[in-house]
């Protein structure tokens, strides 16, 4: 998706995502809590503390307050390609130790602990994937942890509704990783989902570690 449809969806985002929860009587903070919770156990795990995040792709901002919140983090960076989204996160949750700004304002700077990516990389052409997986990997300080969740299978497309799709393969996945840096694997998994038309898709959840040097 391009940034022009990404402002396009972003003051319809809740209530869309709402509809698609309906059927199963959750909220998105739900399904978002259960991602980081997920995300804390494997740095529980490790025994590593984590002061500052990124949000990369945080859209509204929503997730942002509740992983400062779930890890007694001390600043978290919420960033994404849409100027109308930033807008509406720092409306709605913006304070000293809550920043949003939009990818063109952002400049990785290897200060972050955690960086968390939430169901944003299926609605980024594959192509243009390794280029959003650098930075990312730039803004990580030596060690640091890197959890995302992936949409699994071949090819891409648009849904009933127009959004842009795609999926991975692990092959792909560790090609593209490979690409970006070097990585340590910490944790995987999956869960099954319905996406915002209903179709189900199964998710694949992973957290890599930046390489110490």
Known sequence: MTPAEFDRYARSYEQDLAKSLAATGE????????????TARCVAQLGVSVSRILDYGCGDGANVPMLAVHFQAEHV?????????????????????LQFLCTSEWNPDGS???????????HIPTAERPACLQPIRRALKP???FYASYKLGEGDGRDSLGRYYNYASPEWLQATYAEAG???PVSSGTSEIKSFDDAPATMLHLVVRKAAT
């Open 27 to 38: 909220s998105r903070e739900y399904y978002a809590l259960k991602r980081i919770d997920w």
């Open 112 to 122: 972050i602990d955690l960086a968390f990516t939430n169901g944003v990389f299926h």
């Open 182 to 184: 070097t990585w340590t």
């Open 143 to 145: 060690g640091g942890l």
């Open 77 to 97: 960076l919420g960033v994404d390609v849409s100027s109308e989204s930033i807008t509406i996160a720092r409306q709605s949750y913006g304070r000293e130790n």
